[in-house]
């Protein structure tokens, strides 16, 4: 869940149409229009990130959001139990923090896509979720579309997900056994196996340098 308080305005006469804003915006607030890029007031969640990447002409600047907008999946529209079937397919329990920012759920992520919500951008003003640093919440997105069985492509130069491929390749449970056997110290067998029984990993990383130990 996320509540707006700005949104960016866009400069005309210092635009100079190179596109850097569209290709990194999580909500596709902006758009082209000819060589000048506009913006959609509805959909932009001021997380700035098109004003980092006009920074070498500063055509975009920042303003309150004159009509805050809260961004959530209510609990009473979760449907079940798809939403937990969703996030078991994902690897994910309902009330794990998918992203760290807004706080949002995989349950409110999973209601979302399973209430017809399918692209990346949708899913950001339905929840929330990528207002903020979009760093970590990106790879619980793809995972949880893909396991509804959805599909993203994107060109190259669409900056708004994983360049190749969708993320959802990369995780714990994908390591291969050799090189897991290769870093003892991270305990990732363990914590693979404990994760495939539906426990909690109880290994400690590092065990020789744990804190108090002293080997003088």
Same mark, same amino acid.
């Given at each position: 869940?996320?509540?707006?308080?700005?949104?960016?305005?866009?400069?005309?006469?210092?635009? %100079?149409?190179?596109?850097?804003?569209?290709?990194?915006?999580?909500?596709?607030?902006?758009?082209?229009? +000819?060589?000048?890029?506009?913006?959609?007031?509805?959909?932009?969640? @001021?997380?700035?990130?098109?004003?980092?990447?006009?920074?070498?002409?500063?055509?975009?600047?920042?303003?309150?959001?004159?009509?805050?907008?809260?961004?959530?999946?209510?609990?009473?529209?979760?449907? =079940?139990?798809?939403?937990?079937?969703?996030?078991?397919?994902?690897?994910?329990?309902?009330?794990?923090?998918?992203?760290?920012?807004? =706080?949002?759920?995989?349950?409110?992520?999973?209601?979302?896509? %399973?209430?017809?919500?399918?692209?990346?951008?949708?899913?950001?003003?339905?929840? @929330?979720?990528?207002?903020?640093? +979009?760093?970590?919440?990106?790879?619980?997105?793809?995972?949880?579309?893909?396991?509804?069985?959805?599909?993203?492509?994107?060109?190259?130069?669409?900056?708004?997900?994983?360049?190749? @491929?969708?993320?959802?390749?990369?995780?714990?449970?994908?390591?291969?056994?050799?090189?897991?056997?290769?870093?003892?110290?991270?305990?990732?067998?363990?914590?693979?196996?404990?994760?495939?029984? +539906?426990?909690?990993? =109880?290994?400690?990383?590092?065990?020789?340098? =744990?804190? +108090?130990?002293?080997?003088?």
């Amino acid at each position: 869940m996320f509540i707006t308080s700005a949104i960016v305005a866009i400069d005309d006469e210092k635009c %100079v149409g190179c596109r850097r804003c569209t290709a990194v915006c999580p909500s596709e607030a902006l758009s082209m229009d +000819g060589h000048l890029a506009v913006l959609t007031d509805s959909k932009c969640v @001021g997380c700035f990130k098109c004003v980092e990447a006009c920074y070498p002409y500063s055509a975009i600047s920042i303003k309150r959001d004159p009509q805050p907008r809260e961004l959530k999946v209510p609990e009473a529209d979760y449907p =079940q139990p798809e939403v937990d079937d969703l996030c078991a397919k994902a690897r994910f329990a309902p009330d794990a923090i998918v992203c760290v920012c807004t =706080q949002t759920t995989a349950a409110e992520m999973a209601a979302a896509i %399973v209430n017809g919500v399918h692209t990346p951008e949708e899913l950001t003003l339905a929840t @929330g979720a990528r207002t903020k640093c +979009g760093m970590w919440c990106l790879t619980p997105t793809m995972r949880l579309l893909d396991a509804h069985g959805v599909t993203i492509d994107r060109p190259a130069a669409d900056r708004r997900i994983y360049p190749e @491929g969708s993320g959802t390749e990369t995780a714990i449970w994908t390591i291969p056994e050799h090189v897991a056997a290769k870093y003892p110290e991270y305990r990732i067998a363990e914590n693979i196996a404990a994760i495939e029984n +539906g426990t909690s990993p =109880q290994a400690q990383l590092f065990p020789d340098i =744990q804190p +108090g130990r002293s080997d003088s």
